[in-house]
């Protein structure tokens, strides 16, 4: 904890105000939670959940086999992938499951 009431962890910052008091039984387990480690394929399917409510167009792609993309948008002008990541290296991974793509759908 730093003198400003924040606290920094892997991925940001999580604000503590000192001066309200929350009531929701659960804050601290979600704060706690959101402090940890994402497991990849819990991540893959919750976006593909909410994703899905909002595009029904969404087919979601699971397994190893996934020519390094998580899901695929389906238009009139083709498919459009979508790709999910928890990497810290969120580019890098998202360039090289964009690029197994390419090179499998040619």
């Known amino acids: 904890m730093y003198d400003n009431g924040q606290s920094q962890t ?8 000192r001066s309200t008091m ?4 659960l804050h601290q387990k979600i704060v706690q ?6 497991d990849g394929n819990t991540f893959e399917r919750c976006a593909q959940d909410l994703l899905g409510d909002a595009y029904p167009n969404l087919a979601p792609v699971v397994g190893r086999s996934d020519s390094g993309i998580d899901g695929a948008f389906g238009t009139a002008d083709g498919a459009f992938p979508l790709v999910c ?6 580019i890098g991974n998202f360039r090289k499951n964009i690029q197994t793509y390419l090179s499998k759908s040619e």
């Open 33 to 38: 939670a959101l402090a940890g480690s994402l």
């Open 10 to 17: 892997s991925r940001g910052w999580i604000t503590e105000s």
């Open 85 to 90: 990541t928890v990497r810290e290296d969120v």
């Open 22 to 25: 929350n009531r929701d039984p």
